[in-house]
């Protein structure tokens, strides 16, 4: 069974950083692209990062663009967000989730193209 679990989240002051990572487990990973996505109170879920199965390709949300970097460690079956310069603006639920179609050579970042999503780690940025 298909898991991923998120954790790294919590309560930094605007212009902190913060490292995420997203453990999968019960599936082949390093086949498929992953990304991350967030969504805030009242608002839809929105695209943050993606990363294509073997890390040559990233593609960023504008609002996070040089300012986020996402990569994975195959290995440890384990996506990261590392978020620098953070703004009460990033303050939302990040979930991972992985790509539907399997060694895609370019990440997508349409919410339905990606599929067993973990539960979330909670961002909160004070001003």
């Known amino acids: 069974q298909v898991q991923l679990v998120e954790s790294g989240g919590g309560l930094v002051q605007a212009g902190n950083s913060l490292n995420l990572s997203c453990t999968a487990s019960?599936?082949?990973?390093?086949?498929?692209?992953m990304g991350w996505f967030r969504q805030s109170l009242g608002k839809e879920r929105e695209f943050v990062a993606a990363?294509?199965?073997?890390?040559?390709?990233?593609r960023y949300g504008d609002s996070v663009k040089d300012r986020f970097t996402i990569s994975r460690d195959n290995d440890k079956n384990e996506l990261y967000l590392q978020m620098n310069m953070l703004a009460p603006e990033d303050t939302a639920v990040y979930y991972c989730?992985?790509?539907?179609?399997?060694?895609?050579?370019?990440?997508?970042?349409?919410?339905?193209?990606?599929?067993?999503w973990g539960p979330g780690t909670q961002v909160t940025v004070s001003s």
């Open positions: 989730a992985v790509d539907r179609q399997y060694a895609r050579r370019s990440v997508v970042t349409t919410m339905t193209e990606y599929e067993h």
């Open positions: 019960g599936g082949h990973f390093r086949i498929y692209a």
């Open positions: 990363i294509t199965w073997n890390g040559a390709g990233t």
